[in-house]
């Protein structure tokens, strides 16, 4: 290594995700001496999969785009142009390629100059003894927190609903050991590797078991190399957890999204102060291709829709909140969409009912609808978590189920996951993302908040008698002897 390196790899089985995430990180040097380094990895539109995007109907690596090894993409500052053009050769997009690969170099640079300029300031003996410091400041708090909770054995387990090749739910098993202040997360007896893209790498399964436990060990603390030193992590090799050669890891999150979800549900008796219920857990992508004729250009559009969040001990979960991997999505405007994509939103709203009941109630998810204004245009599906939706805990109720309705003319189909199903001009695919589960009894939640809720569309009147017990007229008033009734009963 030398000053002014950068590096970049996407290979799924050693950065853990599937191939569009591309990683570039590089060496910082200081007086001669390597003290350091920086790293960022950007989600890529297009690296040569078979599909536009990357496929929904994978079965093995070589499908899914452009496998790169660790590589040294700038040498001594300089860039490797016949590098740079093979990579973005290989992507559908080269414009688009080029510009996130030179951001993402001047993300390294920006990080080592940042860096370099605290070293200058204060010394590189008084920064290298300061991250110890914080080092073991985390590690401490981590474990006085981990210590707080009861020895024993922690169980929990649910289903993927289908890897998209193969209908048939992919079982995923937890066992979570805790032993004097140290946690150990054990995925035997999760399924092996699935046929379709359902598998990640170890790194990233590494990654997601530390996000869950940050979230509930030390969620308002910045994350810190002292971190994670007493969470150890378990997987069985050629598991959907740890994917070799060949297996398939386009959608490598949804494992992931439902492991996340898992450690609070095993730990929710120890901690009930600290823990949620499940959030809708997918990325739930619409993503739509074609060519539009209005700018006589090719274009491909990914989304990962929004859902309903779980309720937690003192408030509801959040409504229409992206999932918990994809936390920098910024919501896209209607009118950006459509003057950049030729479909039209025919509607946007939150769905009502679709939150878990609970004594805080799960948060929403919304109702999307897209219609192709031109025949050229390609739908693509990825919804997840219908055979083991959004769970309640201690006592409430699990939120609603993901849909997709597309409707051609008189022809309807109901759908989850698809690649490439071709839309003729005019038809519409409706998406109703899942809700969050709920907290507590239902039948405990205040009247008044149910009431709000209604008047806010956000539960249905049948909804707030036969899940909450409380009996409301058509402008929203509070039936108290009816309630009172129903709810003894």
Not at 8 to 13: E, I
Not at 90 to 106: E, L, P, V
Not at 172 to 200: F, Q, R, Y
Request: glycine letters at 10%; hydrophobic letters at 35%.
């Amino acid at each position: 290594m030398n000053e002014g390196d950068v590096y970049v790899l996407n290979d799924c089985y050693m950065t853990g995700a599937h191939l569009n995430d591309m990683t570039f990180l590089s060496p910082i040097f200081y007086e001669g001496k390597l003290c350091g380094f920086t790293a960022n990895r950007a989600h890529w539109l297009d690296i040569g999969s078979k599909d536009p995007g990357y496929p929904l109907d994978s079965t093995e690596i070589f499908q899914e785009g452009l496998r790169i090894p660790p590589m040294k993409i700038m040498d001594r500052g300089v860039l490797k142009n016949d590098l740079a053009d093979m990579i973005c050769r290989n992507t559908r997009f080269y414009r688009s390629a080029m510009g996130d690969m030179n951001a993402q170099i001047a993300a390294c640079k920006t990080g080592e100059k940042r860096f370099i300029e605290i070293v200058r300031r204060f010394g590189h003996n008084t920064v290298r003894d300061s991250i110890h410091d914080i080092f073991l400041q985390s590690e401490i708090m981590e474990k006085e927190v981990v210590s707080s909770f009861e020895n024993g054995i922690y169980r929990a387990s649910g289903y993927l609903d289908n890897d998209g090749t193969v209908m048939k739910p992919i079982f995923v098993n937890m066992t979570i050991t805790i032993e004097d202040g140290e946690m150990t997360v054990d995925l035997e007896g999760s399924a092996p590797s699935a046929k379709g893209s359902t598998n990640c790498g170890f790194a990233q399964t590494i990654s997601a078991t530390r996000m869950a436990y940050k979230m509930i060990v030390s969620p308002d603390a910045p994350v810190n190399g002292g971190c994670f030193r007493h969470l150890k992590i378990k997987a069985p090799k050629k598991s959907i957890f740890t994917a070799e050669e060949p297996s398939a890891c386009a959608w490598y999150f949804s494992s992931l999204g439902l492991l996340i979800d898992l450690i609070p549900k095993a730990l929710e008796n120890i901690c009930p102060e600290r823990v949620s219920a499940a959030h809708y857990g997918d990325s739930m992508v619409v993503y739509l291709s074609g060519h539009d004729p209005r700018y006589n250009q090719n274009y491909l559009y990914v989304e990962a829709t929004v859902g309903g969040w779980g309720a937690y001990e003192t408030a509801d979960g959040s409504d229409a909140l992206i999932n918990v991997s994809n936390g920098a999505y910024k919501n896209i405007p209607v009118e950006v969409f459509e003057n950049n994509y030729p479909v039209r939103i025919n509607s946007f709203s939150l769905r009502r009912d679709s939150g878990g009941p609970g004594r805080n109630r799960g948060g929403l998810g919304i109702i999307k609808e897209y219609e192709a204004l031109y025949d050229d245009t390609f739908l693509y599906l990825w919804f997840e978590r219908s055979v083991t939706p959004a769970w309640g805990i201690k006592g409430g109720k699990d939120g609603a189920k993901p849909n997709v309705v597309v409707r051609s003319g008189g022809d309807v189909k109901e759908m989850l996951k698809v690649n490439a199903y071709p839309m003729a001009k005019g038809t519409t695919a409706t998406v109703y993302t899942g809700g969050g589960g709920g907290f507590g009894c239902s039948f405990e939640r205040d009247p008044q908040k149910v009431r709000e809720d209604y008047l806010q569309e956000y539960i249905s009147r049948e909804e707030a008698r036969t899940a909450y017990g409380v009996v409301l007229s058509e402008i929203g008033d509070i039936d108290e002897t009816m309630t009172k009734s129903l709810r003894n009963a």
